[in-house]
């Protein structure tokens, strides 16, 4: 169905979203 779909995109997003944020983080924490 269409559940898993939107599922497996959230899932997709979130990794994506989160593996940014902890580069972001990272990279701030190495300036400072």
Same mark, same amino acid.
């Given at each position: 169905g269409s559940s898993p779909y939107y599922f497996d995109r959230a899932v997709e997003l979130f990794a994506e979203n989160y593996e940014a944020f902890v580069a972001g983080e990272?990279? =701030?924490? =190495?300036?400072?």
């Open positions: 990272d990279l =701030r924490n =190495r300036i400072v």
